[in-house]
């Protein structure tokens, strides 16, 4: 895992998810036909703690499906070259992202992503960031309760963050809750269509609970946002093998 800002220290007990207001649990319609038990998780031998491993290849660090948290080295990277003076943040993520489905270069394209990620993790709220800042601590040291807590209360404070759901979203997959982690990509995709860690763990989760063809639309949903993202490249040429047999 991505190593994440340091030296934060943590709230006491914050409000629980349950202290959401109904309308920003129920607002967008479901994104699913299916359902998974929100307590369910994988078989203990299945899965290591805080690694899931996708089929047939190494083991893959979760939160990375999700985007990676901050880092000083990721805050501190340049913008991406075509700045445009006195844009709005919404029309800059438009710009980027309209570069990034253009950009055939990996490492181009890991910068464009950059920048995308920097304006997602921007919630507009000093208070919000912060406790953003933290659950990143807490999931970094392990710490998953402490890191449910704070991000409860970031979703409390601004139900409508994205990027809040999102992390949460992750915490749920590293922990094996994957129902819920389902629910929090479903919030994040609702704010968010093109967020690509949420597209990649959705995916992850559908080839994991049998549902190969679904997952292959998915990965392919995440190439028409990101068409660079060389996991969801891999993931997608694997199961499109397995599905509908190798390209003659």
Do not use: C
């Not at 763990?201 to 660079?228: C, F, N, Q, S, W």
């Amino acid at each position: 895992m991505r190593s994440f800002v340091t030296s934060v220290a943590i709230g006491v007990a914050f409000t629980s998810f349950l202290a959401l207001p109904a309308a920003a649990q129920d607002a967008a319609p479901p994104l699913f036909d299916f359902q998974v038990d929100p307590e369910a998780s994988p078989h203990p031998e299945d899965q290591p703690p805080m690694v899931i491993p996708p089929p047939d290849e190494e083991a893959t660090d979760a939160p990375e499906a999700f985007g990676g948290a901050p880092t000083a080295e990721s805050e501190a990277t340049d913008e991406p070259d075509g700045r445009v003076a006195d844009e709005t943040p919404a029309e800059k993520r438009d710009r980027l992202f309209a570069e990034l489905r253009k950009e055939p270069s990996d490492s181009k394209a890991r910068r464009i992503a950059s920048g995308i990620e920097r304006l997602w993790r921007k919630s507009g709220s000093a208070t919000v960031d912060l406790l953003m800042l933290r659950a990143a601590e807490a999931m970094a040291e392990q710490k998953n309760a402490a890191a449910f807590d704070v991000l409860d209360q970031a979703l409390v404070l601004e139900p409508s963050y994205a990027e809040a759901w999102n992390r949460r979203a992750t915490l749920n997959f590293t922990t094996g809750a994957w129902g819920k982690s389902l629910a929090d990509i479903e919030q994040t995709l609702a704010r968010e269509p093109r967020h690509w860690g949420a597209l990649m763990g959705l995916a992850m989760i559908l080839e994991r609970t049998g549902r190969k063809d679904k997952a292959l639309e998915t990965y392919l949903r995440v190439l028409a946002v990101y068409p660079a993202l060389k996991s969801a490249q891999d993931a997608a040429g694997r199961l499109s093998e397995e599905l509908v047999g190798p390209a003659i």
